[in-house]
């Protein structure tokens, strides 16, 4: 599973998106994947869930959240989708509230497609500060992909 590849393939970026809230940007990315065919509509109900009984644990860097639930919650193909928002909405961790601008949502056919290839490569993208900065303020799927060369 190739970052860049799948966010080709499922046609699954979003940019500059307006949201009222947590839950609404995360449905923007599961729902670009579930228009693709990579995972059901449970997949979202089940990352809901798990971020209310959990909390926000996916914030991988400040501004920057990458939503994912189990396998099994409805999972079809390794695939991400890539979500800007235009205004940062608010995530409650530990009685902090975190602003986030930018989700990838992971979906992962398993355990160790998780851990191999999707946090390494959203680890990598995100690794460089200046990324998140041309990620946050980019204007076109072009601008996003060519930081992934």
Aim: net charge negative.
């Amino acid at each position: 599973m190739n970052l860049k590849e799948a966010l080709i393939e499922n046609n699954s970026i979003s940019l500059q998106c307006e949201v009222k809230n947590w839950k609404e940007a995360i449905k923007v990315g599961t729902d670009l994947l579930e228009k693709s065919g990579a995972i059901t509509e449970n997949y979202y109900k089940s990352i809901i869930e798990n971020t209310e009984k959990y909390g926000p644990y996916y914030i991988i860097v400040p501004g920057v959240a990458m939503p994912h639930a189990r396998p099994e919650a409805g999972v079809k193909r390794d695939s991400f989708s890539l979500v800007t928002l235009k205004e940062p909405v608010i995530f409650e961790r530990d009685g902090e509230k975190e602003e986030v601008c930018i989700l990838i949502t992971l979906a992962a056919t398993s355990s160790e497609n998780h851990n191999e290839f999707g946090i390494v490569q959203v680890a990598d993208l995100f690794e460089d500060e200046e990324n998140i900065e041309k990620i946050k303020s980019a204007k076109s799927i072009e601008e996003i992909l060519n930081l992934m060369n």
